[in-house]
C-alpha cells in the first residue's frame, strides 16, 4: 500500500515540474526603452462673477436692543437689494457674543453682527448697490473669479494646448532619436479656481464716516488657468 500511493505523488510533482523548468529556459521580452515628458499650459479667463460680503454690528446693554437695531439694518439692506434683480442675495451667518468689563469677569455689553452675502455677474449693478448698503452696513469682503463655464471653457483648451505641446515634445524626443513612440501613460493635472481679492477688507467706521458713500470700485481682471501633463513614451525600433 505504501509503494502505491508514493509512486502517483512522484509522478505528479515531476508533471508539474516540467512546465515551470520550459518556463525559466524562454527568454524574457526586453523592456523598451521609455522617456518622461513633461509640459504647462496657461490661459487667462475673464472675471466674470462677482462676490460681496456687507454686514451690520452693534453694542447695547440690552440683548434685545441690539437685535432690534441689527436686525432693522438687514431687513432695509435686504429689500433694498431685492430691487436689484441683477444681484443675489442670501443671509449668510448670524452671531452674537459678550463684551466683558476690564475684569473680564462681568459682562458690560452685548455685540451683534449680522452678514450678507451678495453674488452678480453685473459689475456695475453690484457696485452701485454697495454703494446704497454702505451708508448703514460694512463691506467685509469683495471678490472677482471666473464663472463656473467660464472657468470650464478656459480650462478645456488649457488641457488641448497642453496636450498639444506633449505630442509635439514627444515627437521631437523620438525623431532626435530616429525612434517612433506610443504613450505608455499620461497625467493631466488642473489647478482650482482662486478668487481674486478685488478689494481690501473695511471696518464699519472708516465704511459708515460719509452719508452717502461712492459706488464700490470694482476691477475685475482675469484668473490664470494652468495645466500641467507629464507622462511617459515607449520608444519603439
Known amino acids: 500500500m505504501t509503494l502505491r500511493l508514493i509512486r502517483p505523488l512522484a509522478l505528479l510533482a515531476v508533471g508539474f515540474a516540467l512546465p515551470h523548468a520550459q518556463a525559466a529556459d524562454t527568454p524574457a521580452t526586453p ?9 504647462e499650459s496657461s490661459r487667462s479667463a475673464p472675471n466674470d462673477l462677482f462676490r460681496a460680503q456687507v454686514y451690520a454690528e452693534a453694542t447695547d446693554a440690552n440683548p434685545g436692543e441690539v437685535a432690534r437695531k441689527v436686525n432693522t439694518i438687514v431687513t432695509q439692506a435686504i429689500q433694498t437689494a431685492r430691487g436689484v434683480p441683477a444681484v443675489k ?6 452671531s ?10 462681568s459682562i458690560e455689553a452685548w455685540r451683534m453682527r449680522s452678514t450678507l452675502a451678495l453674488e452678480s455677474s453685473d459689475a456695475a449693478a453690484l ?14 469682503g469683495l471678490s472677482a473669479a471666473p464663472s463656473p463655464d467660464t472657468w470650464k471653457k478656459i480650462e ?21 532619436l530616429k525612434k517612433k513612440w506610443k504613450i505608455k501613460h499620461l497625467s493631466i493635472n488642473t489647478g482650482g479656481m482662486q478668487p481674486k481679492q478685488a478689494m481690501p ?12 458713500p461712492p459706488p464700490a470700485p470694482i476691477e475685475a481682471g482675469d484668473s490664470p ?3 500641467n501633463v507629464s507622462g511617459q513614451i515607449e520608444l519603439l525600433e
Open 127 to 140: 457696485s452701485e448697490l454697495l454703494g446704497k448698503l454702505q451708508q448703514s452696513m460694512a463691506v467685509a
Open 201 to 212: 477688507y473695511m471696518r464699519a467706521s472708516a465704511m459708515m464716516a460719509e452719508a452717502a
Open 156 to 176: 478645456d483648451e488649457a488641457i488641448a494646448d497642453a496636450l498639444g505641446a506633449f505630442e509635439g515634445r514627444a515627437r521631437l524626443v523620438a525623431g532626435s
Open 31 to 39: 523592456a523598451l526603452p521609455t522617456a518622461d515628458i513633461s509640459v
Open 89 to 94: 442675495v442670501r443671509s449668510a451667518g448670524n
Open 96 to 105: 452674537t457674543y459678550p463684551v466683558y468689563g476690564k475684569t473680564g469677569r
Open 225 to 227: 488657468v494652468t495645466v
